[in-house]
Every structure is written in C-alpha cells, then in structure tokens.
C-alpha cells in the first residue's frame, strides 16, 4: 500500500525580492530550466498521485511568480491533494488571493521578518513592511467575507534585529487578523553566512526571545503559535509555562526523505529534501554509498521509476543505519533520541546542539527551583473515584479531564487531603517503589507527572 506523502515543491528560483538571510541566494541569477504545457503538468500530478502525494507546499524563489504555479492548484483541486504555500506577500493583491481561495489552499504562510518597518525593511528591502502588511489585511479581509477555510500564518525567522520586538509579535499577529504565528531561527547558511554579524544570534538570546513570545501567549488563546525548537527546549517551555509546541507533536521519528517527503526542484529534480542539494549547501556530505547522479526528474521519469528509484533506496537505507549518526553521540543518549535526532546530513563533525545543552541546564534549573514549592488541588476539580482505584479528574472551566490510577491516584488521595510542598510529596509516595525504581528515575517520572496535571489547570503550584 503506499502511504501518505508531501512534496515540498521549490517551483521557480525567481524572486522579486534579495532577502538578507535568504537560502536560495546563490540562485537569485538563475533563470529556472523547465518547460512545461498544461499537458505535462497534469501527466505530472498523476505521477504524484501514484506515488502517494497528498500534500504539496509550494516553495520558491517567490512562487506567486511561476506561471505554473495557478495550473497546478487547480488541478491538484481537482485530484484531492491538499495544497499550501509560503509567499513573500508582495503579489498577494485581491485578485491574487480571490484566485488563491478560489484554489482552495489549505493554507497560507506569508513571510515577514519583524513587526515594524524599521525591522523588516533591513532584510527584505524598503518598503516591503509596508505592502505586504496591507496585502495580507486586504486577503484577510477577503477570506472573512467569502466564508473561506483558509487558513492564515506569519512566518518569522528570528534573527538579531527581531530579537527585541518578541513580546510584541502576538499582539501583531493579532492586529494583522491572522490565524497564528510559525517561528523559525536563523541558520548560517544562504545569505546569512555573508550576514551573520548583523543577523546572528545566540541559543541564549534565542531562547530568552522564545520564552517572551510564550509568556504572552495567554492572552490569546485563539491564535497558533508554533515554534520550530528542540524537544528539550519544547520541555523546558511546557514545564515553565505549561505551552506545549504542536509543531514537535507532528514530527515523527527519523529522517522523513524518501520516506514521507520528497522534495523538487525548479528544473523537476527530485531530491529526499532541500538538504541534499549539494549544490546548495557544501557541508551536507552524502554518505558514498548514495548515487546522487541518479536523481530522478518528476517530468521526465515515471512514477515506478521514481519509487523505485536507486539513490533513493540507498538514501533511505542511509538515514536507518545508526552508524549516520554515531558523531552525535549525546543525541544517541538523550530520551527524545526516538524521534529528535539531527540530520544525519549535518553529523560530519562531532555533533552537539548548544541549544539542546542550554536547554538541559534551564530545565534542571527549573526542576530545583520547584522541588521546593507547594503542590495543591487546583479550585474549581470535580474529581470522583471508579473501579480499581481509579479517580476521574475534570478541570469544570476548561474541561481538561484525565483519568488517574496507581501512582497518579496516590498522588490525588494526599493531595485531595493536604497541601504538600513537591520533594516531601515525591518522597511519601517513593516509599511504595523503593525496591523497584530508582529515587531518580521515580522523582523525574513524577515531576513531569506533576507538570502534565498542570498544565491541564488540575494542580497549581505555588
């Protein structure tokens, strides 16, 4: 059975902006070398469809700008493959985005890079702040009046001229009527590398920008915000301000090219993803056993030729060998091993993240500072015992319930009865487990435990 797959499709290297930090900037001369008819293009989406695609999300370059770009929405639509796209905004004028929904995207990312023109207008050029917050207003406006499904997002990449406006992008994001926030941090690669000294950040600046953005993130309970991070800066998030990042509850476990993405470039090249372009990234060094001279092209092989393809096979067999990723040594020790491991296109030197180090040490910090604190049964429980010493636990406001048994059930029948500060807490209920765990282990288990049943609104700590 073949499964489910997206393509994200880098449908024209033209651009009608030079972004500072841009990664396809050594493309910004070159013309794309593809030709097409609505013929092949809709010979193309079979192809897709053949192959298991059942989301495209077009990249570019400024995809608004391909000619192609309109044909293949509408024939998408009607083959029942979801579509979505990041644009600069700049050609997201009315007509543009009648058309748009009209197509029926799924969603749409609009690409800015601060919320004032000062900000912004350093990176992407003057006057880009300007147009494209009136565009997306005016598309925002359209998609309300048309009772359009469409999703809306910001994107943003963090960089050092943004760091400062982060407790202010929710409340943008909110002014500008849109749906959420997505936020990345600047890589060095691209155009970055050239700017880093005016672009560049640390994990520290990052991560004290990050926790602003989600300290006021409260307040609007409506909008997504979805941060790209480690999962242990996602933890150390959810255990200080009980947000949980649903970006990092998509990811599955191990490298996704070939397996569930693909990834096509202006000329029909097919790559696993934009990492393995060689071309554009010198760093990403593939293993020798993959044959990249046998990337297949989605207009000029069939769609058996495609799955079948070679490289592929050796690609995939290379993103499962745990000897990929034998440099990242820590990585192989971490509990989010499973599914956080790093590009094993970037382990060519002895690997270790700076934020994954940093945000170990937050979180110890954090776990020392609330071991000392009052755990209590927050106001506002409905709790009643079941079978087996179950308790049924329901937050009456928000709703939240879980159902608590062995030790989460011990836990509730002392709380239910006194206020205990979290170590003496851990502790009482350790004395049960002593012959079968050790205190380490049971006091982590039961702090994360204590997190969860807070950020339900079920416990308060104080």
């Known amino acids: 059975m073949i499964m489910d797959r997206t393509i994200k499709w880098n449908i024209t290297y033209n651009c009608n902006l030079r972004c500072k930090h841009c990664y396809n900037n050594q493309y910004f001369n070159k013309i794309d070398d593809s030709t097409y008819t609505n013929q092949s293009l809709l010979e193309t989406m079979d192809k897709l469809i053949k192959i298991g695609i059942t989301r495209i999300h077009f990249l570019g370059g400024e995809p608004l700008i391909s000619p192609k770009i309109l044909p293949i929405l509408y024939m998408a639509q009607k083959k029942n493959i979801t579509t979505t796209i990041t644009t600069n905004g700049l050609l997201l004028s009315a007509e543009m985005s009648h058309t748009l929904f009209d197509a029926g995207l799924s969603f749409i990312c609009v690409s800015l890079d601060g919320v004032t023109a000062a900000t912004n207008d350093q990176i992407r050029g003057n006057g880009t702040f300007d147009i494209v917050k009136k565009n997306i207003q005016t598309t925002v406006k359209i998609r309300n009046s048309i009772n359009s499904n469409t999703k809306i997002y910001i994107t943003l990449t963090m960089n050092r001229l943004n760091v400062s406006e982060s407790s202010r992008m929710l409340e943008f994001i909110v002014s500008l009527g849109v749906d959420g926030l997505l936020i990345a941090s600047i890589d060095q690669e691209g155009g970055a590398v050239d700017n880093w000294e005016m672009l560049g950040i640390t994990v520290q600046e990052k991560i004290f920008a990050i926790e602003q953005i989600v300290r006021e993130k409260h307040k609007y309970p409506n909008i997504y915000l979805e941060i790209v991070c480690k999962n242990i800066l996602s933890e150390y998030l959810f255990k200080k301000y009980s947000w949980r990042n649903r970006q990092l509850d998509l990811e599955k476990s191990w490298c996704n090219g070939t397996d569930e993405e693909y990834y096509i470039k202006p000329n029909g090249d097919i790559l696993p993803c934009r990492s393995c372009d060689i071309s554009t990234n010198q760093n990403c060094l593939i293993s020798h056993n993959c044959n ?137 209920l350790y004395q049960d487990y002593a012959e079968t765990v050790q205190f380490s282990e049971f006091q982590n288990d039961l702090l994360d435990y204590i997190f969860d049943l807070r950020s339900k609104g079920l416990l308060e700590i104080i």
């Not at 030729?305 to 070679?310: F, K, S």
């Not at 608590?404 to 239910?416: I, K, P, Q, Y």
């Open 292 to 428: 990249t001279s046998l990337t297949p092209n989605i207009y000029k092989n069939s769609s058996k030729e495609i799955l079948d393809n070679t490289f592929f096979k050796q690609f995939y067999a290379f993103t499962r060998d745990i000897n990929s990723y034998k440099k990242a040594s820590k990585c192989l020790m971490c509990k989010y091993s499973y599914k956080c491991l790093p590009c094993p296109l970037k382990c060519d030197s002895q690997y270790l993240s700076a934020e994954c180090e940093y945000s170990r040490g937050l979180i110890k910090q954090l776990e020392m500072e609330y071991i000392n604190k009052k755990v209590k049964i927050n106001d506002n429980i409905l709790f009643n015992s079941l079978y087996r010493g179950q308790i049924r636990v329901l937050n009456i406001e928000t709703q939240d319930q879980m159902v608590l048994e062995d030790v989460g059930a011990e836990l509730w029948n002392l709380l239910s009865e006194s206020d205990y500060i979290v170590d003496k807490l851990i502790k009482k």
